[in-house]
């Protein structure tokens, strides 16, 4: 009986029998700041390199959706290589007012450890989020073999993708013009950065000009800040890559490794000029060119057959109010303060004067709990009332507050699922608002943060080994990049993860 068993397991197709797993030498990540899905098409016949080789050799997904809200960088960082939404993984937002410490921190401060490199600063760490992450699962299966290394301009940009247990995470001081990092992560920088920062690549743009603005002659913190609204910041990402490939020998071990990377760059300028700009154009063409740099790099040192690359991004942006109204379409500014200001006042006619609001942010409120009790009142009453009078204000669409977000007790639409996904019963605030399309909270420029698909709609690519290339136009999340890569490297799923695996686009192997 043993003898027929071994025979017809041996007889068994290829693909229904145990086979070796066909690992990547290089897992790279590539998150592209606000970088919205019509970049990919309104732009594609001018893509040459980079973008051009994701889109014609990569598994490319159409109708990619960020499921949650508030539509961040923060936010969209902690999902990718996890699943999880923030209701889960407690990054709520960018920044958020503490209840427990009773100040506003942002998705990475970390006052136990301190920032190495530069001229300090608020420390940093992965420590507020609460799941575990590709490169975290990574570490566990393989006995802390696999190298998990993230860069970014943003700390969060750094720091969340990369996870707990990664070898290091740095980001761009513009207050040094070096690349940082913390003690979360080590003693001391590693030699090999600080060679890189002694070589003030920084310096090298001063008088550079992009799009008729020209960066100062002198290598001082305003030269340092100018980058990153421009390419030059993207190319110091892509520089210190190459160089912690290099330095780490990433790809090129007896284990497969993670690159994280976040081109802020992107981010900047499209705040400043909006998604119509011709500057938005050329950055987005000038990170097609600087993929090709790296790609061309990774196959010098590695050879992309061993490299799996997958490419999104954390948010999209909205229009300029002035270029919408151009084309007879809605949208416009709030007044500056208007919420609190509305709020505050309600509050204070009805239940009498104080500090009603103690956060900061104009989209989502924290109320004075001391004070409610203070006054004796019921919680869910008073913020029924914040809610009420935010509600009355013009182009508020909704108004969410704590009590309808716990108990369920909302309109059942894909908006306020992806509010609910949003929201941590912990971490969150008391009152939510969203406003109608296309108003922003913004007093110039343009911003992000909706439910919207202008905000919510990202590119999603993959490609390499294990990837079947193609188009893909069903509905697809963002948090399904995690669960996907955990099944192509043979791993865990992260904790949190509320994804499904990208089964479409796998090889047999």
């Known amino acids: 009986m043993k003898r027929l068993l071994t025979l017809l397991f041996a007889l068994l197709p290829l693909s229904a029998a145990a086979q070796p797993v066909i690992r990547p030498k290089l897992v790279l990540f590539v998150a592209v700041d606000q970088f919205r899905y019509d970049y990919v098409t309104r732009f594609r016949a001018k893509y040459k390199e980079g973008l051009d080789l994701l889109l014609t050799k990569g598994a490319v997904f159409t109708n990619a959706q960020l499921l949650h809200f508030p539509t961040v960088t923060a936010v969209g960082h902690s999902v990718f290589l996890s699943g999880a939404f923030p209701s ?3 990054i709520i937002a960018n920044d958020w007012y503490d209840r427990a410490s009773g100040k506003s921190v942002t998705s990475v401060s970390d006052d136990t450890v301190s920032i190495l490199g530069g001229r300090g600063g608020l420390g940093a760490s992965p420590r507020r989020l609460l799941v575990s992450t590709i490169g ?4 566990a299966a393989y006995e802390g073999r696999p190298k998990v290394i993230g860069i970014s301009l943003k700390d969060r940009g750094a720091i969340l993708a990369a996870g707990h247990s990664a070898d290091g995470a740095y980001w761009f001081d513009s207050k040094s013009g070096s690349f940082v990092s913390s003690t979360y992560y080590f003693p001391d920088l590693p030699g090999w950065v600080k060679s890189y920062n002694a070589s003030r690549p920084a310096d090298c743009y001063r008088e550079a000009e992009w799009m008729g603005k020209k960066m100062p002659g002198e290598a001082t913190e305003k030269l340092f800040s100018m980058l990153q609204s421009s390419p030059f910041g993207n190319e110091l990402i892509e520089e210190f890559a190459e160089r912690a490939v290099q330095s780490e020998a990433l790809g090129q071990r007896d284990a497969t490794d993670l690159l994280v990377l976040s081109f802020s760059s992107n981010d900047y300028v499209g705040h400043d000029a909006g998604p119509d700009a011709p500057e938005v154009r050329e950055i987005c063409l000038h990170t097609d060119r600087l993929l090709g740099k790296l790609f061309r790099f990774l196959d010098s040192r590695i050879g992309m057959r061993d490299v799996l690359a997958v490419l999104t991004s954390d948010h999209g942006v909205a229009p300029l109010p ?7 379409m ?8 208007i919420v609190r200001q509305t709020v505050e006042k309600a509050l204070a006619q009805k239940y009498g004067e104080g500090r009603w609001i103690v956060s900061p942010s104009e989209h989502s409120l924290t109320l004075n709990q001391d004070l409610i009790r203070e006054k004796k009142l019921n919680e869910a009453e008073v913020h029924q009332a914040a809610a009420q009078a935010a509600l009355e ?3 508020v669409y909704r108004v969410y507050t704590r009590e ?10 894909e908006v306020s699922r992806r509010v609910m996904n949003g929201f941590h019963p912990v971490r969150s605030a008391d009152v939510y608002l969203l406003l109608e399309p296309y108003w922003i909270f913004s007093a110039r420029g343009t911003t992000h943060g909706t439910a919207f698909s202008y905000d919510a709609h990202v590119p999603l690519i993959f490609m390499g080994p294990g990837v079947r290339p193609g188009s893909f136009h069903d509905p697809t999340a963002v948090n399904d990049i995690a669960p996907t890569l955990a099944t192509i490297l043979g791993i865990e799923t992260p904790s949190g993860s509320a994804g499904r695996v990208l089964s479409q686009i796998l090889t047999e192997r």
């Open 322 to 328: 002035e270029a919408n109204a151009a084309r007879k």
């Open 393 to 395: 204000i013009p182009h």
């Open 404 to 413: 309808q977000l716990v108990t369920g007790r909302f309109t059942p639409d």
């Open 136 to 139: 975290d699962e990574m570490k």
């Open 330 to 337: 809605p949208g416009g500014r709030m007044p500056l303060g």
């Open 88 to 90: 889960v993984s407690g």
